[in-house]
């Protein structure tokens, strides 16, 4: 299986500050029809998970401008430009080019 | 608007069988792979299972492969998943989600199953 390993596992940060959360992959995820399947989502306390990323960089609708994401091959990368209130919750990168598709352990992030 | 709502969630003794539901309204349900995801108390996100858009693809993960179905009816808009042989370790809170692995992109709120004696 992709082992999916996210870095730092929490993270405090001020608020209007940036935040960055790195996903490695065990494998490369780029699948035979050229696309890279790694999507990011969060999930807020109590909530159901949410996909904020797909394909590495393509922000979903309604999702903020201020998330980004990143990366290529076996490296990958959410930023959150600056961190609002609402941004609180465990984000999880995730890979779906391998079976069995796979997430990475979850980073929470708090505000400091 | 998209819509997952999930049912069927109890608890069940070990060995126990559970039929879970997702009725999905707002987008052409024929269209879309689906897929179930669960979630343990307190834990991280596990992929369960996905089937394709006339049933004739359907993958599993290991933990759950020969004991766990996954099937639809277009015509009533609903997914469901069949569990047997349940085992304490599928206690989890399952949620149904639109499209395969490669998408993912939209959850319901799940439906909690909770294994124990």
């Known amino acids: 299986d992709v082992v999916m390993t996210q870095s730092p596992l929490s993270l405090s940060v001020t608020l209007g500050q940036p935040a960055s959360i790195s996903c490695r992959s065990s494998q490369s995820l780029v699948y035979s029809d050229g696309n890279t399947y790694l999507n990011w989502f969060q999930q807020r306390p109590g909530q159901s998970p949410r996909r904020l990323i797909y394909?590495?960089?393509n922000r979903d609708s309604g999702v903020p401008d201020r998330f980004s994401g990143s990366g290529s091959g076996t490296d990958f990368t959410l930023r959150i430009s600056r961190v609002e209130a609402e941004d609180v919750g465990v984000y999880y990168c995730?890979?779906?080019?391998?079976?069995?598709?796979?997430f990475g352990q979850g980073t929470k992030v708090e505000i400091k | 608007e998209v819509q997952l709502v999930e049912s069927g969630g109890d608890l069940v003794q070990p060995g126990g069988s559970l039929r879970l539901s997702c009725a999905a309204s707002?987008?052409?349900?024929?269209?879309?792979?689906m897929s179930w995801v669960r979630q343990a108390p307190g834990k991280g996100l596990e992929w369960v299972a996905t089937?394709?858009?006339?049933?004739?693809?359907?993958s599993y993960v290991d933990s759950v492969k020969g004991r766990f179905t996954i099937s639809r009816d277009n015509a009533k808009n609903s997914l469901y998943l069949q569990m047997s042989s349940l085992r304490v370790e599928d206690t989890a809170k399952y949620y149904c989600?639109?499209?395969?692995?490669?998408?993912?992109?939209?959850w319901g709120q799940g439906t909690l199953v909770a294994v124990s004696s």
């Open positions: 394909k590495v960089s």
């Open positions: 089937i394709n858009q006339d049933e004739s693809v359907k």
């Open positions: 707002g987008f052409t349900f024929s269209d879309y792979w």
């Open positions: 995730f890979q779906g080019t391998r079976w069995p598709p796979t």
């Open positions: 989600s639109r499209g395969s692995s490669w998408s993912a992109s939209d």
